[in-house]
């Protein structure tokens, strides 16, 4: 951690799962360059910590995230909500986590439990994790276009390989806005279910993953599953998957999974998500 505290985000562990939750209720979790910060941090922490097997991100209050903090008008997108800059240089310095990982190479499951509005950067950012669980009537948007500016965060990138190209082009040109009714039937998030039921699905899904998923097999599958959207070489990627499947099986985890499931008990992984991952099978 670092020796400056959290101001626009609160953190809660319990049993294996990082709960974050932006924390400006006030605003709609509006963005600013302090949520931004601290939101990296938080994530980049809990995703170093082998005891934390899943990360919820979720909002304060109705919103899940309104996007960009506009508040500053014609600058908002200029750095215009810094009235200290000494302090935001200061602040900046202490969380900025320097450790070249996106959000998919990552070894830790996050999900999204978008509880309301998201729009923006608000829908970019869950974009870039594992699962969302969304509110069913939540107002959606990449408003970016509406706004002036371009939709960021790779969600050019991602949302066509995710809701196809057609789609893609109309919510991310358009920038209108959509339910989480009309994001689950399209794909792009895992279920919508009422306000406030959100939360507590993600939270079942993040302690289950943290009970009977292997952290290993659990970081690896989720590393194999983003490498393998931009392989084009089935045969090539199967012998890779192979290999991997060789290194497995002859893991402790291997003979615990079986082993717990004829005892009819919860598994007591041996492995680490972190120190035990093969990152030099992945070095190809």
Excluded at 252 to 264: I, L, N, S, V
Aim: charged share 25%.
């Amino acid at each position: 951690m670092s020796e400056v505290g959290y101001e626009t985000i609160l953190v809660d562990d319990d049993g294996g799962v990082t709960t974050i939750t932006l924390n400006r209720p006030e605003r709609m979790n509006a963005l600013n360059w302090r949520l931004g910060l601290e939101l990296r941090h938080a994530i980049v922490h809990a995703d170093a910590r082998d005891d934390v097997r899943a990360i919820v991100v979720t909002g304060a209050g109705k919103a899940f995230c309104a996007g960009q903090d506009l508040s500053s008008g014609a600058d908002a997108f200029r750095g215009g909500d810094v009235e200290d800059r000494d302090e935001r240089k200061r602040v900046t310095e202490a969380l900025t986590v320097d450790d070249g990982k996106d959000y998919w190479e990552m070894n830790t499951p996050i999900i999204g439990a978008i509880n309301g509005a998201a729009v923006g950067a608000g829908i970019t950012i869950p974009l870039q994790w594992d699962m969302r669980i969304v509110a069913e009537d939540a107002k959606l948007g990449f408003v970016f276009n509406r706004r002036g500016v371009l939709p960021e965060l790779n969600a050019p990138y991602i949302l066509p390989r995710i809701v196809g190209l057609p789609r893609a082009f109309e919510l991310l040109y358009t920038g209108r806005i959509f339910s989480g009714r009309d994001a689950a039937a399209w794909g792009l998030v895992n279920e919508a279910v009422p306000a406030d039921q959100v939360l507590p699905r993600a939270l079942e899904i993040a302690r289950d993953i943290a009970v009977n998923v292997a952290p290993v097999s659990g970081a690896i599958v989720k590393r194999m599953l983003y490498e393998g959207l931009e392989q084009t070489d089935a045969a090539r990627y199967q012998r890779f998957n192979h290999k991997v499947f060789g290194w497995v099986i002859r893991q402790p985890d291997a003979m615990e999974g079986p082993t717990a499931f004829m005892e009819k008990r919860a598994p007591h992984w041996k492995l680490a998500k972190n120190r035990d991952f093969p990152e030099d099978l992945f070095q190809r």
